[in-house]
């Protein structure tokens, strides 16, 4: 069972798949590096709204399992 994403995982997935077809950089753990420079920047509200995101995908994942306990 996959964990529910965080709201900056929405927020890197929502890029990324905007940017896909410009190919600009191909690495992932450079383009994890700037979004999160891009993140800790980024407009209280535009944060605000990853974060409902997470919390309404969160609240279904509880739904789907209610019993899910996460254990590395």
């Not at 590096?33 to 409902?52: A, D, H, P």
Request: charged residues 30%; glycine residues 2%.
């Amino acid at each position: 069972i996959p964990r529910p994403r965080n709201a900056f995982m929405i927020f890197r997935s929502a890029y990324c798949a905007n940017v896909k077809e410009s190919q600009v950089e191909h690495d992932h753990r450079m383009i994890s590096k700037i979004l999160g420079e891009v993140w800790q920047n980024l407009e209280k509200e535009k944060k605000e709204y990853y974060q409902r995101l997470a919390a309404e995908e969160k609240a279904a994942h509880r739904t789907l399992y209610p019993n899910y306990r996460f254990s590395p």
